[in-house]
């Protein structure tokens, strides 16, 4: 994105410029498509997400202070947040229990491509949210408990394998075989998707 650009047309959006606001919305497009893609929330389909982020975008142009220049970061943050508070008020459902509510961070795609997963079939072309939570539900409670707590936050807050280790009492080291050992079943779980097969639940 063009900073300055955009910092001109939340400007002219505050001021009520309706084809600012239209521009607005074109370049932040893309990345409201891609946070989308990852989430899953019981209730909403991905308009609905679409949606909620527009909502959002254009509630940080109200409350946007011109001063700051930082906009884009601004609406980042702003946009993640309110999808976290989407999941927050689902959190009475759990995961792998009948839970719909999931954002696939980055660091969970990042991991699954180390495996050689590709990205892309990942997030839409072969294997959706249903095959993935099948997948994820096979895992044991050791193994499901660690990618949850590293990859599946119910808050905008990232946790880490450090955190994890000193959580559970157990070495750094020990944390990161624990992590990879479940990484590498999942992929395991998850291979007939890319091979022209599916999961099935239990």
């Not at 497009?29 to 991905?46: A, E, Q, R, V, W």
């Not at 970061?73 to 008020?89: V, W």
């Not at 079939?121 to 044991?140: G, V």
Request: proline share 1%; aromatic share 12%.
């Amino acid at each position: 994105m063009d900073y300055k650009y955009i910092e001109t047309l939340v400007k002219q959006s505050k001021d009520g410029n309706e084809i600012s606001k239209e521009n607005l919305a074109k370049e932040f497009n893309p990345y409201i498509k891609n946070l989308c893609s990852k989430t899953f929330i019981h209730g909403y389909d991905f308009y609905d997400l679409q949606n909620e982020c527009f909502q959002s975008l254009f509630k940080c142009v109200s409350s946007y202070n011109l001063e700051n220049h930082r906009f884009v970061a601004y609406a980042t943050n702003g946009i993640k947040n309110n999808l976290y508070d989407l999941i927050r008020k689902n959190q009475n459902r759990k995961i792998f229990d009948g839970n719909d509510c999931l954002i696939i961070t980055d660091e969970f795609q990042k991991s699954l491509i180390s495996n050689e997963i590709n990205a892309e079939d990942l997030m839409c072309r072969k294997c959706d949210y249903t095959e993935i939570r099948n997948a994820l539900s096979k895992l044991t409670h050791t193994e499901h408990e660690i990618i949850t707590f590293l990859f599946f936050p119910k808050t905008s807050s990232k946790h880490t394998l450090k955190e994890f280790s000193v959580l559970k009492n157990i070495s750094y080291s020990a944390a990161i075989k624990r992590k990879n050992t479940a990484l590498r079943k999942l992929y395991e779980l998850l291979q007939p998707i890319f091979y022209g097969g599916e999961l099935h639940g239990n």
